[in-house]
């Protein structure tokens, strides 16, 4: 079965910096790899994917992360936050193959950024 | 225009009794899912119907039954609530199961 972990579960950062929440990941067979935000309050939304391709992924609101096989990771990075940023980051896999092909989530990281 | 909306936001009630939350997406997808999140904020598939056929039932108790009168609407329902049954719950939906999943605002469920 496959699992996520992401490694912090809260990340404090001030307006501007740089940040990096990690997530690794444990499958027997290849897997898709996903990284979802939730605002206070709200349901989830798709932050960026890696289906195949290029390992750096770009996605929405200045966000990008890199696929590393050997690893089994998929960091989430952002090179300046905002404010706005503030929110529960979730990295996910789902199975390429197989009957199984629901997302498995990792714990979440808490990302607050400070003024 | 909510892409995939549920009802009610809130639902508060007593331990013992039968409660049902409601999703709808507009979206024309095919796959919809429940997920539970639990007050550490941890999210874990519970269902997963495809035109209308259950596809994916993770261990759940069977007080939770989801039922789906149309590709549009998934509702799950649930017996005799336990205090553990608190927790945020998520209608998503998908053109397939293995494409981007649409989430809800979620139900904030609370047993007392």
């Known amino acids: 079965a496959q699992s996520v972990t992401q490694l912090d579960s809260q990340v404090p950062v001030f307006e501007e910096a740089p940040v990096e929440l990690r997530c690794n990941y444990s499958?027997?067979?290849?897997?898709?790899l996903f990284w979802y935000v939730q605002y206070p309050n709200q349901g989830l939304q798709l932050l960026l994917k890696y289906l195949s391709g290029s390992t750096l992924v770009k996605g929405i609101n200045g966000f990008e992360a890199e696929f590393n096989k050997s690893q089994t990771s998929f960091h989430l990075r952002k090179p300046s936050v905002h404010i706005s940023d503030t929110a529960e980051y979730f990295c996910a896999v789902r199975l390429r193959s197989g009957s199984a092909r629901q997302l498995t989530f990792g714990s979440g990281t808490q990302l607050t950024v400070l003024p | 225009d909510t892409a995939v909306s549920q009802t009610p936001k809130y639902l508060v009630t007593q331990m013992g009794n039968d409660k049902s939350i409601k999703c709808e997406q507009n979206?024309?997808?095919?796959?919809m899912y429940w997920y539970k999140q639990d007050s550490k904020k941890f999210l874990k598939i519970m269902f997963s119907?495809?035109?209308?056929?259950?596809?994916i039932n993770e261990t759940v108790p069977n007080r939770f039954s989801p039922k789906s009168p149309d590709k549009a609407h998934l509702n799950l329902h649930i017996n005799s609530l336990e205090l553990g049954d608190s927790a945020v719950y998520f209608c998503?939906?998908?053109?397939?199961?293995?494409?981007?999943?649409?989430f809800g605002p979620g139900t904030r469920l609370t047993v007392l």
């Open positions: 119907y495809n035109n209308k056929e259950l596809i």
């Open positions: 499958s027997s067979v290849s897997v898709y």
């Open positions: 979206l024309g997808h095919d796959t």
């Open positions: 998503a939906s998908s053109q397939d199961i293995i494409d981007e999943q649409f």
